[in-house]
């Protein structure tokens, strides 16, 4: 978490005016704006640890908007998409939609529609940054534990009682006491249900 | 006293004359009908040169020339002698010892041939019968020197006859009176006695006396009994007389009681005409023929060919002395066919090996060789009747099939379906089928001797010529060349042109025949593909305006945007505090850049639809719509519309471009066909109905059962890039506007009473010198 707090906006668009004129329209809002004239463009730069969203032209020579959305997706840089398009067909508006884009704007768009999408989109992208960052520290705290308390955590907060789990593991129900505290310990968790929480923003699997 | 000189030379009077014309005739035919046979029927006619004889033959005949008997043997002998071929001149000299045979007589032949023959020298000398040889003997050295003896005719023969002469020799009869006994109760069993016929004479008497001795050994078989000494006449009464049961048997007969001479042949004959019973004979054959019924007898040919063969081996070197006596025992069962036959003899009862005299001949056996020859002739004729008839009959049958093959290229030339023509090197034409007289509808006549240039088309006749005149440098063939034809009527016709040049040995053509295939309803029909294949080109290029639509709206889509883009940066720019005019500015260059790039957009739009032509032509609406229809009838057929029509039958002609007037109909039958997708495909009905109206113009409506439009959709329907169809442009209809506006006319829709929508539109009626509307 040492990057930039600062966001950015970046403008991918084959058309030279219309990249100029987000650009413009955008930064007279304070936002900073980077433009790539192509999707490759985009994918060749280099990812910047910075909270900001992708306004994204679906239709364009090489690669097209959606599949570099699918791009990012593969690599695991996930950022905020607004699409824009000249002519938008229903289907490929729903698969950006399903991908998880922000919003999908037809050309000519009014600028209050899009700054909103970009605001949303820029919330949307720092909230994802948080959340990550958080699960960053949880899973480091399960790195903690040992690999019994692992196996007992996860039965744990499955909602197994104590000698349930002491069966499941053919160890005595006290041993299970043991592991349980320093497991809370460890986690840093407060309560049971503090704990289940914590597993649920791992997405921790049994 | 007779001498006679014969001359041995073969002559040819010999051959009977029947015989030797027959012969020559035979070899006329064969020469004339068959030289092959002719070559293996030569004749062996060889005639070999007459052996070297010095001296001649004397031959003493013991009677008179005119004795049958004797000339009979001599003649034999000659004839044999001459087969041996001995030649020389005989001399032949007669003692005539039946009318002289006291010794007065030989004493004064014996001076007479002394006289005549003393000195002279024979190669041989025969003597013919008792006489002759006694005479022979007792003069031999006298009056014949060394010349060798040779005596035939003796029967009665007793050794002591030569007088020891050592240089005689001859042939011996020796006949078989019991044979021919034998054969006489053989042939007339019922026989009772038979009278021994003879005369007194000692040449009689020895024949009785030799024959007495052998009829003991018949003992009561058969009386017999000797005639009496008879005046011939009374002999004649004898036989005339004779009972039934009595047969004759006749020996030596020359001279009756009162001293009457006879010729063995004509008392033989005598007593054969009075004689109620068969007469038999056993001595010499001379007698077979003169009325004797036969026996078993001496032949003269067999005793005449012995003495000629021995005279011959005499004659060529032998020593007399050397050569035994011959003595033939071959007495033979001989008859004579006449005498059986009035006697009633049957021949099957005469023994084995019978010779049978005047045997009445077939023709079979008399003309033998002519008749094999005829049968050989008749039966090459019949093959050669027989192949000739083949031959017919094989000709007819090529008459016939070429007769029906002629018929049939007659009639596949005549009534082909193309025409056929011969020209000639100068390219008049020769001759020419039914066919082309049919379709180019000239007479024969008037096609004959023309130049086939004539028949072209001006567009065709140069080419023509020019392929005729390449046909003698190149291959000598044309193959589906297309021509114009140009028929009596003044119309044309394409032809599909084939042509092949005969040529002679030297390869130089001769003539040239062509096939002209009428191709019009071909080019008629490829005109029209050409056409349907035009007309399709402007609907694609009607998909192609729709897809330049897309990219038209694109491209001013985009100078849009970053207009609105810019001019709201612009906005934002003058509402800081203080405004950021740098900012501003450079936003409103480049408003106006992204202005001028959508002022070229449109205007390269219309550059484009500028450059589509417009053509005025006077237009039968009915056919365009009927053309739309074919066009299609597939998309309406595959979205289960049901098309009527109901066009005015006496629609007048309005002006316009029909492909534009196409574009049109289709676009409103195709929409018409998507609004009733919705509808049940039962009710799914166009009907495109044309007309005159009110003011005279032409009216065209597309009525359809679908959806019909909304009241916004019915206000609004007509403007560029409305649609309400998910995929339409919406420059369909704009476009369809357009153009009949520019044909002067009005296009619009209405909603149907009964649901669906009916597009309307109207065309001025084409008039005559009203050019200048065109724009």
């Not at chain 1, 067909?89 to 999908?104: L, N, P, Q, T």
């Not at chain 2, 007669?94 to 020298?121: A, I, N, Q, T, W």
């Not at chain 2, 180019?440 to 023309?450: A, Q, V």
């Not at chain 2, 597309?702 to 339409?728: M, Q």
């Amino acid at each position: 978490m040492t990057g930039q707090t600062e966001p950015v906006v970046y403008v991918v668009d084959d058309d030279k005016s219309i990249r100029k004129s987000l650009a413009r329209l955008i930064g007279s809002t304070g936002l900073a704006v980077e433009t790539f004239g192509s999707a490759r463009e985009y994918l060749a730069s280099e990812p910047v640890d910075r909270p900001g969203c992708l306004v994204l032209d679906l239709k364009m020579p090489g690669l097209t908007g959606l599949e570099l959305q699918e791009e990012l997706t593969a690599r695991h840089r996930a950022i905020p998409i607004i699409f824009i398009t000249g002519q938008g067909s229903i289907s490929s508006s729903v698969k950006a939609m399903k991908a998880g884009a922000i919003d999908f704007l037809e050309k000519p768009f009014d600028d209050t529609t899009l700054l909103q999408a970009i605001n949303q989109a820029i919330e949307k992208d720092l909230q994802n940054r948080q959340r990550s960052s958080e699960v960053g520290a949880i899973k480091k705290r399960v790195e903690d534990l040992t690999p019994r308390e692992r196996e007992v955590f996860t039965l744990v907060v499955t909602g197994l009682l104590n000698k349930q789990i002491a069966y499941q593991l053919g160890i005595t129900e006290k041993t299970v006491k043991v592991h349980r505290a320093r497991i809370m310990q460890k986690m840093e968790a407060t309560s049971l249900a503090h704990l289940v929480h914590l597993a649920e923003t791992i997405e921790l699997n049994p | 006293m007779r001498s006679l000189m014969v001359n041995f030379l073969p002559v040819r009077s010999n051959i009977p004359q029947g015989n030797y014309y027959s012969v020559k005739r035979l070899a006329f035919i064969l020469a004339v009908l068959f030289p092959l046979l002719c070559l293996s029927a030569a004749r062996g006619s060889e005639e070999h040169p007459l052996s070297q004889a010095d001296k001649p033959i004397f031959i003493l005949n013991s009677h008179h020339y005119g004795n049958s008997w004797l000339d009979t043997e001599q003649a034999a002998i000659i004839d044999e002698l001459r087969k041996e071929k001995l030649a020389g001149l005989a001399t032949i000299e007669y003692m005539d010892s039946g009318s002289y045979p006291d010794g007065e007589h030989l004493r004064e032949l014996e001076v007479l041939f002394l006289k005549k023959y003393g000195g002279k020298k024979f190669s041989l000398l025969i003597a013919l019968h008792d006489s002759a040889l006694d005479f022979a003997v007792k003069n031999h050295k006298k009056i014949f020197g060394d010349a060798p003896l040779v005596f035939s005719g003796q029967s009665n023969f007793k050794t002591s006859m030569l007088a020891d002469d050592k240089r005689a020799t001859g042939v011996v009869n020796s006949a078989d009176p019991a044979g021919t006994i034998e054969v006489m109760l053989r042939l007339h069993p019922k026989t009772g006695e038979i009278l021994i016929l003879h005369d007194y004479t000692s040449a009689g008497l020895a024949s009785r006396q030799k024959l007495e001795p052998l009829l003991a050994g018949f003992g009561s078989r058969v009386r017999f009994r000797f005639s009496d000494n008879l005046p011939v006449n009374d002999t004649y009464q004898v036989l005339e007389t004779a009972p039934d049961d009595t047969l004759v048997l006749l020996l030596d007969y020359t001279t009756d009681r009162e001293g009457k001479e006879f010729d063995a042949a004509e008392i033989t004959g005598n007593f054969s005409r009075r004689s109620r019973v068969p007469i038999y004979s056993y001595a010499s054959s001379a007698r077979l023929g003169y009325g004797i019924v036969g026996g078993k007898l001496v032949n003269v040919r067999t005793t005449a060919r012995e003495t000629a063969k021995l005279a011959k081996r005499i004659v060529q070197g032998e020593a007399v002395e050397k050569v035994p006596i011959v003595v033939i025992n071959a007495a033979q069962y001989m008859f004579d066919y006449r005498q059986l036959e009035r006697f009633q003899i049957p021949l099957s009862a005469l023994p084995l090996n019978s010779a049978v005299i005047n045997r009445p001949v077939s023709f079979y056996d008399a003309n033998r060789n002519i008749v094999l020859m005829a049968w050989t002739i008749i039966g090459f004729l019949l093959l050669v009747i027989l192949a000739l008839i083949f031959i017919i009959v094989q000709r007819r049958r090529l008459t016939l099939a070429l007769q029906e093959s002629k018929a049939k290229y007659y009639d596949l030339y005549e009534n082909a379906p193309d025409m056929y023509y011969s020209i000639d090197v100068n390219g008049i034409i020769t001759e020419c089928n039914e066919t082309f007289v049919q379709v180019t509808g000239y007479s024969k006549e008037e096609i004959i001797g023309r130049p086939i240039f004539d028949f072209y088309h001006e567009d065709s006749a140069e080419e023509a010529r020019k392929a005729f005149r390449q046909l003698f440098t190149a291959s000598g063939e044309i193959r589906n060349a297309e021509r114009k034809v140009k028929r009596k009527d003044g119309s044309l016709i394409g032809v599909s042109l084939n042509v092949s040049a005969e040529r002679d040995k030297e390869g130089r053509i001769t003539s040239i025949r062509s096939i002209w295939r009428d191709v019009t309803e071909r080019q008629r029909a490829e005109d029209k593909i050409r056409q349907q294949r035009a007309e399709l080109s402007h609907v694609r290029r009607l998909v192609t305006i729709g897809e330049f639509a897309t990219s038209i709206a694109h491209e001013i889509n985009q100078p849009l945007t970053a207009i609105l883009n810019n001019a709201q940066a612009a906005a934002r720019f003058l509402s800081f505090d203080p405004p950021d005019l740098g900012e501003l500015r450079e936003a409103l260059e480049d408003i106006i850049e992204d202005d001028k790039r959508a002022g070229a957009v449109v205007h390269h739009l219309r550059s484009f639809l500028k450059r589509q032509e417009f053509e005025r032509k006077s237009l039968n609406i009915n056919n365009i719509i009927e053309d739309v229809v074919t066009l299609l009838n597939c998309e309406v057929a595959d979205k289960n519309v049901s098309l009527t029509l109901d066009l005015a039958a006496d629609t007048q002609a309005v002006r316009g471009d029909f492909v534009e007037l196409q574009q049109v109909l289709m676009n409103l039958i195709l929409n018409a066909c998507d609004a009733m997708t919705e509808a049940d495909p039962q009710r799914r009905r166009l009907n495109i109905r044309s007309s005159a109206d009110a003011e005279g113009n032409i009216a065209v409506a597309v009525r359809d059962s679908g959806t019909g439009l909304d009241s916004k959709a019915l206000s609004r329907v007509f403007e560029p890039f409305f649609t309400t169809k998910p995929e339409g442009l919406g420059v369909g209809l704009s476009i369809s506007k357009s153009i009949i506006e520019a044909h002067e006319g009005r296009l619009w829709a209405e909603n149907n009473s009964g649901g669906g929508a009916t597009f309307y539109f109207t065309l001025p009626v084409y008039r005559e010198g009203h050019h200048d509307g065109a724009n």
